[in-house]
């Protein structure tokens, strides 16, 4: 068997992403025939952490309309790799800053084209808009996807809610209040993520990565909460609404923008105290009457790896 390449590409802020990756990975490093080449995501202008509250807002106009901030060139190899495995983090329903700067990027023009994609989310628990942004990204590069893995933040929506805002404010992740869990992603999960390695490592060895189909299916790769769909299709409605407004004041960090920021956020409790409620409640009464429908989003979401869970068996705890 020849050697086989696998192209990693990912950034992380608090290195979260980076420990999930390893998991995912180190099945990989078991056989000497396959070689991983890791490249991480540098942005000329470092974003901070813990965020303040209004730099961290005054992002979401450019997250939710995909402007690549500038990042480092990414050193060219001459490598052909047989895959691609692409972690990401979302921010504002979209795929994070550092990664859309990637997926625009030259390097990802000459090496993502016609390639196997494997994309890798680990977020706080809304991630579907980003993934078809994130598909849509991936056609204009000739890409293909051919799984989509997602872990999310313990807990219930509404605890990471609080748990992750907290996270990104002050850098705490311990438990709070004596009733909220850990902030991100669970430990167990994250451990247990390897799962996948460990599929992809088997499907390499057999170049299943050649038949343009899922490697990771049967795994529970992802679970979409039917809860989320109507919101973030909502929230994206209502993030590209005001941020076409915002970026028509002035770039990224202005302090123009401070102002009109500093309404939407009004804006945006004043909705989710009264609005929110309501909707959820609507929502769930809809959910119950177009039952096929919501099932078939569900279905459509969660390609191309599914929620199905037949090769877990084969592949959890395989170390
Ligand atoms: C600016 C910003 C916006 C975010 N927006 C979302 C979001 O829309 N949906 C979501 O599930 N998580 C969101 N998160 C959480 C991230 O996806 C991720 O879980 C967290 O930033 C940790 O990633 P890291 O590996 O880069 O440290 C956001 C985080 C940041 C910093």
Request: overall charge positive; proline content about 5%.
């Amino acid at each position: 068997m020849s050697i086989k390449k696998v192209l990693v590409v990912s950034y992380s802020q608090t290195g979260q992403l980076t420990n999930l990756t390893d998991s995912v990975l180190f099945p990989l490093y078991e056989k000497k025939d396959i070689e991983v080449v890791i490249k991480s995501i540098r942005p000329k202008k470092a974003y901070p952490f813990p965020w303040d509250f209004m730099t961290f807002m005054d992002h979401f106009p450019e997250s939710i309309y995909l402007d690549p901030p500038e990042i480092e060139e990414i050193e060219d190899d001459e490598n052909d790799y047989d895959l691609v495995i692409l972690p990401y983090q979302v921010w504002f329903l979209s795929p994070s800053l550092p990664i859309t700067a990637f997926l625009k990027s030259e390097y990802a023009k000459k090496k993502l084209k016609d390639k196997p994609i494997i994309t890798l989310i680990g977020c706080r628990n809304m991630w579907v808009m980003a993934q078809e942004k994130m598909k849509i990204l991936l056609k204009e590069l000739d890409a293909k996807l051919i799984d989509n893995i997602v872990l999310i933040d313990q807990g219930s929506s509404f605890s990471t809610f609080f748990t992750t805002t907290r996270w990104m404010m002050t850098g705490k992740k311990d438990r709070w209040l004596g009733i909220f869990p850990y902030a991100g992603i669970s430990e167990k999960d994250i451990k247990n993520a390897s799962r996948f390695g460990w599929a992809i490592k088997e499907a390499l060895e057999l170049d299943k990565e050649k038949n343009d189909s899922p490697l990771c299916s049967g795994l529970k790769a992802v679970n979409v909460d039917e809860k989320l769909i109507k919101s973030e299709q909502i929230a994206t409605k209502s993030f590209s609404i005001w941020g076409k407004l915002i970026r028509k004041v002035g770039p990224l960090g202005d302090a123009k923008r401070k102002p009109i920021v500093m309404i939407y956020v009004i804006f945006l409790f004043l909705i989710i105290a009264t609005i929110v409620p309501l909707n959820m409640l609507i929502q769930t009464i809809m959910r119950k009457v177009n039952k096929e429908k919501v099932l078939k989003q569900k279905e459509f979401y969660a390609a191309p790896s599914g929620n199905t869970d037949e090769r877990m068996k084969d592949f959890l705890n395989n170390e």
